[in-house]
């Protein structure tokens, strides 16, 4: 099983992410998250701007995520996934986020950078954007704890 099946599988496995319609990109070991809009989103429809809540959560699922298909990779890499692996989701230790403009109705998108990981705790900046990737709607800065 590749990173790539794992990761899909492992994003149908989890209810909030098929709710968000969230869908995940990797390419090298940079993984891209895609929340495409939909009107559910919307939380201040006099703007309309996309819910704060619905942001913090693109971030943070993409902050795990990431460190989920990191631990699958490194797991390939030192021999074949068996076909019932499951990779053990971070817990968050603690996250902060930072709203910058409001997410307008259209797609988003997201990368999470680890800056530390440690054996047991990883550090990530994570980054949404929406046209404009130097235009980012939102960061976030989380420690979160990692299995095993």
């Known amino acids: 099983m590749s990173g790539t099946d794992l990761l899909d599988r492992?994003?149908?496995?989890?209810p909030y992410i098929r709710f968000l319609g969230i869908r995940f990109e990797r390419r090298g070991d940079e993984l891209t998250a895609l929340m495409p809009f939909k009107p559910d989103l919307i939380g201040n429809p006099?703007?309309?701007a996309i819910h704060g809540g619905?942001?913090?959560?693109?971030?943070?699922?993409?902050?795990?995520?990431?460190?989920?298909?990191?631990?699958?990779?490194?797991?390939?890499?030192?021999?074949?996934l068996p076909d019932d692996y499951a990779?053990?989701?971070p817990k968050p230790i603690d996250i902060t986020f930072d709203y910058l403009r409001s997410g307008k109705p259209r797609d988003t998108y997201a990368r999470a950078m680890?800056?530390?990981r440690g054996r047991r705790v990883a550090n990530l900046r994570i980054e949404a954007w929406q046209e404009e990737r130097a235009k980012l709607i939102a960061t976030a800065h989380g420690n979160f704890l990692l299995g095993r």
């Open 10 to 14: 492992l994003a149908v496995s989890i």
């Open 46 to 48: 006099l703007l309309p």
């Open 54 to 80: 619905a942001t913090g959560a693109f971030l943070e699922i993409t902050g795990l995520m990431q460190l989920a298909s990191d631990t699958a990779i490194q797991a390939a890499t030192e021999g074949e």
């Open 87 to 89: 990779p053990v989701i």
């Open 114 to 116: 680890v800056q530390r």
